[in-house]
């Protein structure tokens, strides 16, 4: 079982639409949970840490579920610019400074 | 701030001759680097941990003999592919951390922009 899984891909939507990627982990030692954004050919970028109180960035907000080792990212009003991978990251705990990446998630806006 | 460059942007090779990946961080001490592969469609995987000075720490499965890594400065990291073949054809990608200052948060990675090796 992988460490990190995410929804499968990928996601087709409408310009403005609502969409929402789902990740869990499973090691429970876990401290720290981001997500990441990388578009095609290029290196990941910090879109957001993810907080147990959730927490909210513009368009994007996060929450993260200790109880169920339960991640989301939910994008309001979706942007053709949006169009990307998303990856879900967790760290800490027994991995020391590492990043766990998940498979990513992609997603494609079209007008 | 907090910017890490990596050398060269793409390289194409002959299979069995040997590949060197530069990563540095421009405006801050990297007291680690961490070096991740990523195949297509597929996520980062990390292949080792190093720490400036000393050895570097390779995850589970990757061959430290085959991919040679020195951090011999605060600032620069190298991955050197030895005897590439097209198995190793990938996405290279560096990411630094270091401790505080003005240009970084501690405990926060930032990622060099990759390189893509393509080994014929």
């Known amino acids: 079982r992988k460490e990190v899984e995410q929804d499968p891909g990928p996601f087709n939507v409408p310009e403005g639409a609502t969409v929402a990627f789902n990740c869990t982990y499973s090691n429970s030692a876990s401290q720290s949970f981001f997500w990441y954004r990388q578009d095609c050919r290029k290196e990941p970028k910090l879109l957001m840490s993810?907080?147990?109180s959730g927490n909210e960035d513009g368009r994007f907000t996060a929450q993260l579920n200790r109880a169920s080792q339960y991640i989301s990212l939910l994008i309001r009003d979706s942007k053709l610019s949006d169009s990307a991978t998303y990856l879900c990251?967790?760290?800490?705990?027994?991995?020391?400074?590492?990043?766990?990446f998940g498979q990513g998630t992609e997603l494609s806006v079209k007008p | 701030g907090a910017v890490v460059s990596q050398h060269p942007s793409w390289v194409i090779c002959k299979s069995g001759t040997s590949v060197k990946i530069e990563c540095r961080s421009l405006?801050?001490?990297?007291?680690?680097m961490f070096w991740y592969r990523q195949f297509p469609k597929q996520s980062l995987m990390l292949m080792a941990t190093s720490n400036e000075g000393s050895k570097a720490t390779y995850e589970q499965g990757v061959e430290k003999d085959k991919f040679l890594i020195n951090h011999a400065s605060l600032t620069l990291s190298t991955l050197t592919v030895t005897s590439a073949h097209p198995e190793d054809s990938s996405f290279y990608i560096c990411?630094?951390?270091?401790?505080?200052?003005?240009?970084?948060?501690?405990?926060?990675?930032?990622f060099g922009p990759g390189t893509r090796l393509t080994v014929l």
């Open positions: 405006d801050f001490q990297a007291t680690t």
């Open positions: 990411s630094a951390s270091g401790t505080s200052d003005r240009s970084v948060y501690a405990d926060t990675q930032y």
């Open positions: 990251v967790a760290s800490g705990g027994d991995q020391g400074g590492k990043l766990i």
């Open positions: 993810v907080y147990s």
